[in-house]
C-alpha cells in the first residue's frame, strides 16, 4: 500500500527523497499536459462587393450578412450572405436604390433590419424569402446609423445622429407591426452614434460623438438620465458587458478602447488599440471585446477580465464592423476600401483605387 503524506514523513531520508521527486514528476508532467491556448488567427480573406460596412450573423439562415452598398452613383445595393466557414456567397438580397449601412438581425422572427441613411428609413427584409417587409420611418431627412434589436420584446432602437437642424434621437421601433412606436429626444444632444442594450435594466448606453461623452437612457422615461466622459476622445461606438457591469467604447480619435464602470461613471482602464479605434463587439460569453481599428488595419483582441491586449491582427484596409457566430465563436469583419476623390457637381463619378486588401470580409479564430 503506497504511504500516506504521514507516513513518508516519518520514513528514511532516502525514502522521502524519492517521494519529492515523485511529487516533482507529477507536478512537470501536469504542467507539460495542461493544453496551451492558440494563438488567435486570421484564418481566411475573401473580396467581395464594393461598398462593404456592417455585418451579422443570423441563424435563421446560418450565414453572415454583410452589407454592399455597390459602386458610386449606381443603385445596386445588396446584402451579401456568406458561408460561415468558407466564406463562400451562398445568398444575395438585391436592394437597388434602397441602400443599407448597419445591419441588425432578429432571428426569433426571421428578420434582416438595415439602416437606410440616405432615405431615413429602416428596412425590414424578411430573411427566408429575402423580401423586403418594410420601410419604417419617423418624419424626412433622419441620419440613421446604428440598429440594436432586442428580440424579446420584438423591439429595434435606432440611433439617429442628427445634423444640421435636425435633433439627434433614438427611434423605439415595434418590430411586430413595423412601426416607431416612441422617438426619444429629451438629453441626447450632442451626435448620437452608437447604441448598446441592457436588458435587465430596460436601458440603452449611447455614444454622444461631439461631447464625447456615454449617455444612459431610460426607456420607461423615453429620457437620457445621465452622461459622463468617455475617457477618450472621437466616441463612436459602446457595449456593455452585464456580467461586470462595465462599458467598453470604440473612440477613433484617440485610438483607445476605453473601459469604465456604469454605475460609478469612472474611467478603470485606457487602452491603446490602434488608430480609428471604430467597431466593438463582445463574443458571446464576454471574455473577449474585439475592436476594428479603421486606420491601423488591425482588429484587436482584449481580454475583458485582465483588460489586456491578447492580439491585434492585421484583416484589411479599413476595418470597419467585427460580428461573432454565437455557437462557433468564430468572429467576422468587415474591411472597408479606400475612397476615391468624390466628384466635383456635375462631374462623373471617379473610380476608386485599386485595393486589393479593401472590400474584403475575413474570418478570425480565436
Not at 56 to 62: F, I, K, L, R, W
Not at 67 to 79: E, K, M
Not at 311 to 338: F, I, Q
Request: charged share 20%.
Amino acid at each position: 500500500m503506497p504511504p500516506t503524506h504521514a507516513s513518508a514523513l516519518s520514513a528514511p531520508p532516502v525514502l522521502r527523497r524519492r517521494h519529492a521527486l515523485a511529487l516533482l514528476g507529477a507536478a512537470t508532467f501536469a504542467l507539460r499536459a495542461a493544453p496551451a491556448r492558440a494563438a488567435a488567427t486570421v484564418e481566411k480573406t475573401v473580396k467581395l462587393a464594393p461598398g462593404l460596412y456592417e455585418l451579422a450573423v443570423s441563424t435563421t439562415t446560418d450565414l453572415v450578412h454583410v452589407a454592399s452598398t455597390g459602386p458610386r452613383g449606381a443603385d445596386s445595393a445588396r446584402i451579401l450572405g456568406l458561408d460561415l466557414r468558407t466564406l463562400e456567397v451562398r445568398s444575395t438580397i438585391e436592394l437597388g436604390a434602397d441602400t443599407v449601412f448597419g445591419l441588425g438581425v432578429n432571428d426569433a422572427t426571421g428578420t434582416l433590419f438595415g439602416t437606410g441613411t440616405r432615405s431615413g428609413r429602416l428596412v425590414a427584409i424578411d430573411l427566408r424569402s429575402g423580401q423586403v417587409k418594410a420601410r419604417i420611418g419617423e418624419g424626412e431627412g433622419a441620419h440613421l446609423r446604428h440598429v440594436v434589436v432586442d428580440e424579446a420584446r420584438n423591439r429595434a432602437f435606432v440611433s439617429i445622429f442628427g445634423y444640421r437642424d435636425k435633433p439627434s434621437a433614438i427611434w423605439v421601433v415595434d418590430t411586430a407591426a413595423n412601426t416607431v412606436a416612441h422617438v426619444i429626444t429629451e438629453g441626447l444632444e450632442g451626435g448620437i452614434s452608437g447604441l448598446a442594450y441592457d436588458p435587465a435594466g430596460d436601458r440603452l448606453f449611447a455614444g454622444a460623438l461631439g461631447p464625447n461623452e456615454v449617455v444612459e437612457v431610460s426607456l420607461a422615461r423615453r429620457a437620457g438620465v445621465r452622461r459622463f466622459a468617455s475617457g477618450g476622445e472621437g466616441l463612436i461606438n459602446v457595449e456593455y458587458h452585464a456580467a461586470s457591469g462595465r462599458l467598453f467604447c470604440a473612440n477613433q480619435k484617440s485610438g483607445q478602447l476605453t473601459v469604465l464602470d456604469a454605475a460609478s461613471e469612472t474611467l478603470v482602464k485606457a487602452l491603446e488599440t490602434g488608430a480609428g479605434a471604430l467597431g466593438i463587439t463582445l463574443s458571446p460569453d464576454g471574455a473577449l471585446a474585439y475592436v476594428a481599428n479603421r486606420g491601423a488595419g488591425t482588429v484587436s483582441l482584449v481580454e475583458t477580465s485582465s483588460l489586456t491586449v491578447r492580439a491585434s491582427l492585421e484583416t484589411g484596409t479599413h476595418p470597419n464592423t467585427v460580428a461573432v457566430d454565437p455557437r462557433s465563436g468564430l468572429a467576422y469583419v468587415s474591411n472597408k476600401a479606400k475612397a476615391g476623390p468624390r466628384p466635383a457637381p456635375g462631374q462623373a463619378p471617379v473610380p476608386p483605387p485599386e485595393d486589393p486588401r479593401g472590400d474584403t470580409v475575413s474570418l478570425i479564430r480565436a
